[in-house]
Nanobody, 129 residues
C-alpha cells in the first residue's frame, strides 16, 4: 500500500521560509515521480513542484520559480520542498503525491484536478502579510 505523510507546514510571515517533507513507503521509490500540489480555499488545485527519483529531473510552477526547490533522499525515501520568500498567495494545503510512475505524475501535472496518483493527507501552510 502506497503511503505518504507530509510534515513541516505552519504559519510564517511573508518573506519567511518553510521546508516541507514527505515520507513515503509502499512503492518503488527509486524509479518514480513525486510531486507537491497545493489547493487554497475556493481555488483550483495546482502543481507546485515535481521530481523524478531516478535521475532527479525537476519541474516547478512558474509562480514559485526562484523561490521554491524540490529535492529527494533516495536512502530515506523522502522528498522535500524548500520554500523561501513566502508570499500570502502561497497559503494553501500542500499535498505530497506519488504517481508513483513518472508517466502518471506527468499526466497529473498536466491535469491537476484528475484523480490520478496516491496522495498524502496534506499539511497546511499559512503566510501572513
Amino acid at each position: 500500500e502506497v503511503q505518504l505523510v507530509e510534515s513541516g507546514g505552519g504559519l510564517v510571515q511573508a518573506g519567511g521560509s518553510l521546508k516541507l517533507s514527505c515520507a513515503t513507503s509502499g512503492f518503488g521509490f527509486d524509479d518514480s515521480g513525486i510531486g507537491w500540489f497545493r489547493q487554497a480555499p475556493g481555488k483550483e488545485r495546482e502543481g507546485v513542484a515535481m521530481i523524478t527519483t531516478r535521475d532527479g529531473q525537476t519541474a516547478l510552477a512558474n509562480s514559485v520559480k526562484g523561490r521554491f526547490s524540490i529535492s529527494k533522499n533516495n536512502a530515506k525515501k523522502s522528498v522535500h520542498l524548500q520554500m523561501n520568500n513566502l508570499k500570502p498567495e502561497d497559503t494553501a494545503m500542500y499535498f505530497c503525491v506519488a504517481g508513483p510512475s513518472v508517466a502518471t505524475m506527468i499526466n497529473l501535472w498536466m491535469s491537476p484536478d484528475s484523480s490520478l496518483g496516491s496522495w498524502g493527507p496534506g499539511t497546511q501552510v499559512a503566510v501572513s502579510s
